[in-house]
Every structure is written in C-alpha cells, then in structure tokens.
C-alpha cells in the first residue's frame, strides 16, 4: 500500500514528465469506475503536483492566450486542484496513448503529436479522487514536511482515546500520523526498539512538544553510503516521533527510481528494509487484522490468541509431544486390565461377547463374560436338546428341568 514517501515521490514523477508538457481537451474518466467525473476542460493548461501526508493534490492551470482580441467568456476554465489518494494500488503512468493501462481510470491527454496521456492507475479500485478538492480535514500535519506541528499535534492531544491503543494501531492514524503505514510503522518500532503493542500513551507522554535536534533530523535523513554501497541507518532512537519523521526522509532519499511500476526496481528498497518483511522477524495481525511485523515481544495488548509463524510452530510441536504423553499412559493403564474385559471404545471386542448388556459395570460385565463361557463349554447337550424338542414339539419328562445361575443370567439378556 503507497505511504507518505511513495505519495512524495509521485508528485516529483508527475512534475518531472510533466514540466513543459502542454494538455489539452476534457479530462476523461474510465467508464467502469465510481469515481467523481472531473470537471474540467481547457484547450491548454499545465499539470503541477504537490503532496501531503497519505494525498497528492494535481492543480490544473489554464494557459492564457495573449490575443488582445479575444473575449474572456464567463464559462472560461478556472485553475482546478484534484486531490488524490491512492488506496491499496494507486499510481500514476505517463505514456503513449496506444499503451494506455488497462486500469487508468483518470486520463490527461497531451497536445503533441503523438499524443500521450498522464493517468491515475487503481487496479484494486480503492484509491479516490476530489475536484475542487481540499486537504482532508480530519488528516494532521505531514510527518515528513510539516514535521513540527506533526510533534505538537501528537503531543498535545495525548489524552485522546486514540492513544489508549497499542502504539502500532496508533501509528496508522492519520489524524496524528499522516502518512505512516504498515511497512514504516514495523521499521519505526524496530529502531526504537519498541514492542508493538504497549499502550501509545504510555510511549509517547515522556517526549516534549518540540524537538531541538531539527539538525541530527536532517543529517539521518541525508546518511551517505559506506564502501559496500549499503546506506547506512540509525537502529536505535528513543524519540519515536523522531522517526516517524526520518525514516520516511530515509525512503525519500533512497530516490524516484522505483516508482514508475513501468520500470520497478525495489532492490534498493528491499535491502534497506530492516523488519518489515525480514526473515526472522515475526508477525501477526493486530485488532483491525493488519499485520504488524517485529522483533521479540509483542507486549501486553497483543490480541488474545494470535501468535507469529514461529510461536505457533512451536506450540503446536509441543500440543503434538503433550497428546503422544497421553496416549502412552492410556495405553499402561489399558494393559493393566484383565484381557477378558472387552475395551469400552471398541465396538467390535464388544459385539463379540453375546448377551452382556452395554451398560453393565465392569465387575459386572467381566462376570457376565465369564459365566457366558463357562455356559458354552458345558452346555453343548443343553443346546442339541433345545434344537431336538422344537422339531418334536414334546417336553422331556425324565430330564429333571435343571438350570443353573449362570444359565438364568445368560438367558435373560439373549
């Protein structure tokens, strides 16, 4: 997702294709998208970019003619700010028309020949456009450009209950924190070595309104490279509001080179990256399901339940060691039982032994079993007269009509 330092390096791209390039006509707007039409229609003007924090304003400025002769109509085109914010996968294009982007969803056409076309690319859709737009009310100053009223506006509002959050929650605030995101709040905590979720209030109430290092600001924004080409960069400050001011300079400075996603190298970006996205840190999803990448713990409000990739590995190792340790001892107090004793989640061992009752107790069910096997090898007799006086249909007189217990209990459940 674009953050202050991309939103920045946006307007330098756009003044940089732009500068001393003539537009002309309506601008055009995708048919598919929701977004406003823009109003706005000259046979000449000029394109200047500007940002703040997350927002990027375009102001479109009519080229007067110097013809003495001509009568400025009431319906003449005035100057137009369009105030941009890019969403998830907002960015801008400048090309020929025949290699127009698929999801250019806001046209400025040139008037050379061949024509080419500045436009607002959004494959996601979540970016937005305002005619005659303004800077978001609710958003405070820029972190990176209007770095002293970003402190007191921080500072001075501490008792808000937006600062009873854990301090990465805090950070994607854009009332206080216009223009920090998900990758520059991880590597904001990592160099100030702080856990992600403690309370932000308790973090940021030792710091005072204005900061006096505005020099050591500019110095680690404008670090130079050691010998092997890697830039160099502070890792430890106590001043998180220090950094959320440097470390979107630091980006800045890595330089434009990155930004056309027509000609993306992230190499540069990539190596510089200290947590976010770094092998052996770990992460996990904070109270809004954004994921927070750091180093260490978490702290005290990390939300219930949630674990990194690695802690959950290894608990569920451990879960996995606790469940064998059960089954072994299951498997020792099983042996110590009578092999008689048919095994209650065995379905099969109990089907086996007729004519004991399920709900029978143990002692009970063993002295069924006993007595049900004692019955078949002495009453092979008994069962061949059975199956003889149902043919006959006659009772035997001369056989005493005899039945031991065993034989009662047996017959009763059959």
Not at 365 to 374: E, P, Y
């Amino acid at each position: 997702m674009p953050e202050g330092p991309e939103l920045h390096l946006a307007s330098l791209f756009v003044n940089r294709v732009c500068a001393g390039v003539v537009f002309t006509g309506h601008v055009e707007k995708s048919d598919v998208s929701k977004g406003p039409q823009v109003p706005f229609s000259s046979d000449a003007y000029r394109i200047s970019a500007t940002s703040r924090g997350k927002e990027v304003r375009l102001t479109l400025t009519p080229i007067k003619s110097d013809m003495k002769s001509k009568i400025i109509a009431e319906d003449d085109q005035s100057p137009m700010d369009v105030v941009f914010r890019f969403g998830m996968s907002g960015y801008f294009r400048f090309t020929a028309v025949d290699e127009l982007p698929k999801h250019a969803h806001v046209r400025f056409y040139t008037s050379e020949d061949p024509q080419r076309v500045l436009s607002f690319v959004d494959t996601r859709r979540f970016g937005s456009w305002q005619p005659n737009g303004t800077w978001q009310r609710d958003r405070g100053p820029c972190v990176m450009f209007e770095y002293e009223s970003f402190r007191e506006n921080v500072i001075s509002n501490l008792s808000d209950k937006a600062f009873d959050r854990p301090i990465c929650e805090a950070l994607l605030n854009q009332k206080y924190f216009n223009g920090i995101g998900n990758y520059l709040r991880a590597e904001i905590l990592y160099r100030a070595n702080i856990p992600p979720f403690v309370k932000a209030r308790s973090v940021l109430e030792g710091l005072s309104a204005k900061d006096e290092n505005t020099k050591e600001v500019k110095e680690a924004a404008a670090e130079k490279c050691d010998a092997a080409g890697k830039r160099k960069v502070k890792t430890v400050c106590s001043d998180i509001l220090l950094l959320c001011h440097s470390v979107p300079l630091e980006v800045i400075g890595l330089g434009g080179k990155g930004y056309d996603p027509g000609d993306a190298d992230f190499t540069e970006f990539e190596s510089w990256l200290q947590c976010y996205y770094v092998d052996g840190m770990k992460s996990i999803s904070d109270h809004n399901g954004r994921s927070i990448w750091f180093k260490g713990d978490p702290g005290p409000m990390a939300p219930k339940g949630s674990k990194s990739l690695k802690t959950k590995r290894r608990i569920k190792k451990s879960e996995h060691d606790y469940t064998d340790t059960k089954k072994a001892v299951k498997k020792k107090r099983t042996g110590s039982i009578s092999n008689e004793k048919p095994v209650k989640k065995d379905p099969g061992t109990v089907k086996k032994v007729k004519g004991v009752p399920r709900k029978l107790s143990g002692t009970r069910r063993q002295n069924a079993s006993k007595n049900r096997l004692h019955t078949e090898e002495a009453g092979p007799q008994t069962s061949k007269a059975k199956s003889t006086r149902r043919p006959s249909g006659q009772e035997s007189n001369s056989k005493p009509k005899r039945t031991t217990r065993s034989q009662k209990k047996s017959s009763t459940y059959t």
